[in-house]
């Protein structure tokens, strides 16, 4: 996020903008179907987080709850954060072995920009759940985990 008028603009330091990140993501986001928040409310640095998508209507993710893990090195926001689902998920764009979404395979994090944060990660994956070619995968069974 950059703030600013008459072409300059100030770059928002990493921990004010992850704290703008943890407050929009307690209150909820949108239809209520993808949160985050932070793993360890001690650490100063705030790396490490836990998202939450609920499938999407009319797939074969409808109703599942599904658990990724995301963490914010010390460049966020100038790169993306890594992003591995916890829950097991078979999704085109995910390493079958260990959940991790793969950034090759995920425009968001493959032209990742410094405006994008976690919530829109969390909600394009959603999005991804929903494609023609995610959206009848064969899944692992419910509550198994990488």
């Known amino acids: 996020m950059t703030l600013g008028s008459a072409g ?8 004010f903008r992850l704290l703008e990140e943890l407050e929009r993501g307690e209150k ?3 239809d209520g179907t993808v949160s985050y928040g932070m793993d360890d409310g001690d ?13 999407p209507h009319n797939t074969v993710h409808e ?3 599904y658990q990724l893990k995301l963490f914010c ?4 926001p100038e790169k993306p ?8 998920i078979n999704m085109t764009c995910v390493n079958h072995e260990t959940g991790v979404v793969e950034p090759k395979k995920f425009g968001l994090l493959a032209n990742w920009q410094r405006e994008y944060s976690m919530e829109d ?6 999005k ?10 064969v899944q692992p069974p419910e509550g198994t985990y990488f």
């Open 121 to 126: 990660i969390l909600t394009q994956l959603k």
């Open 43 to 55: 650490d100063i640095y705030m790396r490490s987080w836990t998202g939450t998508i609920i499938g």
């Open 81 to 88: 954060p890594s992003v591995r689902f916890h829950s097991r």
């Open 63 to 65: 109703g599942r709850i």
């Open 8 to 15: 300059s603009s100030v770059v928002v330091p990493r921990n």
């Open 73 to 76: 090195d010390k460049d966020y």
């Open 28 to 30: 909820g986001i949108g």
């Open 128 to 137: 991804e759940m929903a494609a023609p070619h995610n959206r009848k995968l």
